[in-house]
T-cell receptor
Framework: AQKVTQAQTEISVVEKEDVTLDCVYE???????LFWYKQPPSGELVFLIR????DEQNEISGRYSWNFQKSTSSFNFTITASQVVDSAVYFC???????????????WGLGTSLAVNP | EAQVTQNPRYLITVTGKKLTVTCSQN?????MSWYRQDPGLGLRQIYY???????DKGDVPEGYKVSRKEKRNFPLILESPSPNQTSLYFC?????????????FGQGTRLTVV
């Protein structure tokens, strides 16, 4: 069964520290997509990145970087030089299709709550 | 501005009083869905819609109804709300139902049923 595990429930760091949020997934599909979303204290869900199962290249976007490793079924997210504005809950999600291939339901991890303290 | 708009943002209601949470998107997306978010359970899909007049159950559909009469709107209806439906609800839309499409989320509706 498809599953996403974010083992870190809460992380607290001091501003300017680097922090890595772990995401491990399970799927039997050969083609799948992984996502990271951010949920700031205001509550909305903000898309951060999408990665398909055939592209294991790491990605960097400013202070954010993602490490996708198919061999360990992991898709970890690193924030470099963290800032107070990075404080949020971060969700990793896996996209599957149902048997008819037409429901792009997201399977969500439970989230990691990141607190960046000044 | 491309967006998904939910209303209301906050709602307190009493058990049994029918309510509707509206969702509208301005991106001409075919696919829309509703999720609920609960502590310790994460986000779970309630219903989804592949296109106008095409809807189907997600993982937790009991106690909810939806309709898709127009492409842009996908309201969530609670005919007889109960306290266990107290939750944070999100509407999402994406270009299609294929797994690679990015989902855009509304700002959420925090519902309390007393």
């Amino acid at each position: 069964a498809q599953k996403v595990t974010q083992a870190q429930t809460e992380i607290s760091v001091v501003e300017k520290e680097d922090v890595t949020l772990d995401c491990v997934y399970e799927t039997r599909d050969t083609t799948y997509y992984l996502f990271w979303y951010k949920q700031p204290p205001s509550g909305e869900l903000v898309f951060l990145i999408r990665r398909n199962s055939f592209d294991e290249q790491n990605e960097i976007s400013g202070r954010y970087s993602w490490n996708f490793q198919k061999s360990t079924s992991s898709f970890n997210f690193t924030i470099t030089a963290s800032q107070v504005v990075d404080s949020a809950v971060y969700f990793c999600a896996l996209s599957e299709a149902n048997n008819a291939g037409n429901n792009r339901k997201l399977i969500w991890g439970l989230g990691t709550s990141l607190a960046v303290n000044p | 501005e491309a967006q998904v708009t939910q209303n209301p943002r906050y709602l307190i209601t009493v058990t049994g009083k029918k309510l509707t949470v509206t969702c509208s998107q301005n991106m001409n997306h075919e696919y829309m869905s509703w999720y609920r978010q609960d502590p310790g359970l994460g986000l779970r899909q309630i219903y989804y819609s592949m296109n106008v007049e095409v809807t189907d159950k997600g993982d937790v559909p009991e106690g909810y109804k939806v309709s898709r009469k127009e492409k842009r709107n996908f309201p969530l209806i609670l005919e007889s709300p109960s306290p266990n439906q107290t939750s944070l609800y999100f509407c999402a839309s994406s270009l299609s139902g294929t797994p690679n499409t990015e989902a855009f989320f509304g700002q959420g509706t925090r519902l309390t049923v007393v």
